[in-house]
Structures are given as structure tokens and as C-alpha cells.
T-cell receptor
């Protein structure tokens, strides 16, 4: 199982762009990279997933370099409601063997 | 929100007693998962299922067993609960959608808070 490493915490201010980087040096060929968001007392919620290069959806962008040993979640213009824990998950689709790290606690300040 | 329910939502039990947690889905998704989450930590996979009667172990499966007799239900059993199994348990579901490049995500239930005294 590919192990992931993320910063424990990050602070930001409303309106700023936030970039959270995840390191996954042992990523396997078939592994996807997925990011989840979790609020207190709730289950995680899917944000974005990618395999290589760049993926963008309505809430975030995911940048993956050519060697795929890291990835960066980019949240544009964060608001107070983006305060949450963000998890980087690396695992093979359909294999049920994805591994969550301890996540990054993002605190957005007014 | 995906149709996933967990029962019970809260449970307090004594050491040595058996406990069964239930996850029920209405999405007809193939894959189901059980995770545990301890305070200040991420989720750790206990067991998962890739179809009816098809299950496999995750990274923290010792002390837990699972069963899936129907697509919609995935049961997690603690045969003899211990205090180290005090945790929040999350069920998740997913359905693979095709080839590389297609989106794949897990949908999580609301969680069950289990306390073993």
C-alpha cells in the first residue's frame, strides 16, 4: 500500500488560494490519487481524483507531476466553510486497498 | 447524498461482549468498506467487500469479521469487544466506472460511535 505524507495543519485567510501537497513516493502504476474533505462528526466527502497531469472540477484542481510521487490539491478563494481536514488517498481503483493518511487540518480565518 | 445508513449510530458496550454494526445502502454499489477512525487520525480500512459473499481484509482486520449476504447490507462484527476498539466506524460504498481516467469515489455513511467500557 502506498503511504502518503501530508502537512499536519495549514492556516489561510478567506479569499486566498490554498495548496496542499501530498507525498506518495511508493505510488504504483495503477494507483489513482484521490482527495477527500471531512468535517467534524461527518464521513469524508470526495473532492477530486486524478491519475496524471492536471484535473479540475467546480471546487478544486489537482496537479500531479510526471513522476507521480506527489500531488497538490489547490482550493481557489477559500471561505470559512472550507475549514476541514483534507485527506490524500492513493490506491488502485476497484482494489479496495486505498490508504488514508492522517490528513491536513486546514483552518481558514476571516 | 448517497443512500447509506449505519446502525446503530451510537453504542456503549462492555468488554468481552459481541457487537454487530450494520451498513445499508440503496445505491446498488458493488463495493462496500468498513473503516475506523480514532481521534485525531485518519481512517483505517478494516475490511471491504467486492460483491455478495466476497470480502477481504484491510490493514486493521484483527478482532473484526464481516459478512455480506445481500448487495445492500454489510455487517461488521466485533466477536469480543475490547477497549482498543473504541472508535468511530464509517461504512463506505463505491462503484467503479470504467477505465482509467474515469472518476471513482467512495461515499461515506454518517458513522457509528462505539464505546467499549
Amino acid at each position: 500500500l502506498a503511504k502518503t505524507t501530508q502537512p499536519i495543519s495549514m492556516d489561510s485567510y478567506e479569499g486566498q488560494e490554498v495548496n496542499i501537497t501530498c507525498s506518495h513516493n511508493n505510488i504504483a502504476t495503477n494507483d489513482y490519487i484521490t482527495w477527500y474533505q471531512q468535517f467534524p462528526s461527518q464521513g469524508p466527502r470526495f473532492i477530486i481524483q486524478g491519475y496524471k497531469t492536471k484535473v479540475t472540477n467546480e471546487v478544486a484542481s489537482l496537479f500531479i507531476p510526471a513522476d507521480r510521487k506527489s500531488s497538490t490539491l489547490s482550493l481557489p478563494r477559500v471561505s470559512l466553510s472550507d475549514t476541514a481536514v483534507y485527506y490524500c488517498l492513493v490506491g488502485e481503483t476497484n482494489a479496495g486497498k486505498s490508504t488514508f493518511g492522517d490528513g491536513t487540518t486546514l483552518t481558514v480565518k476571516p | 447524498d448517497a443512500g447509506i445508513t449505519q446502525s446503530p449510530r451510537h453504542k456503549v458496550t462492555e468488554t468481552g461482549t459481541p457487537v454487530t454494526l450494520r451498513c445499508h445502502q440503496t445505491e446498488n454499489h458493488r463495493y462496500m468498506y468498513w473503516y475506523r477512525q480514532d481521534p485525531g487520525h485518519g481512517l483505517r480500512l478494516i475490511h471491504y467487500s467486492y460483491g455478495v459473499k466476497d470480502t477481504d481484509k484491510g490493514e486493521v482486520s484483527d478482532g473484526y469479521s464481516v459478512s455480506r449476504s445481500k448487495t445492500e447490507d454489510f455487517l461488521l462484527t466485533l466477536e469480543s469487544a475490547t477497549s482498543s476498539q473504541t472508535s468511530v466506524y464509517f461504512c463506505a460504498i463505491s462503484e467503479s466506472i470504467g477505465n482509467r481516467g474515469d472518476s471513482y469515489e467512495q461515499y461515506f455513511g454518517p458513522g457509528t460511535r462505539l464505546t467499549v467500557t
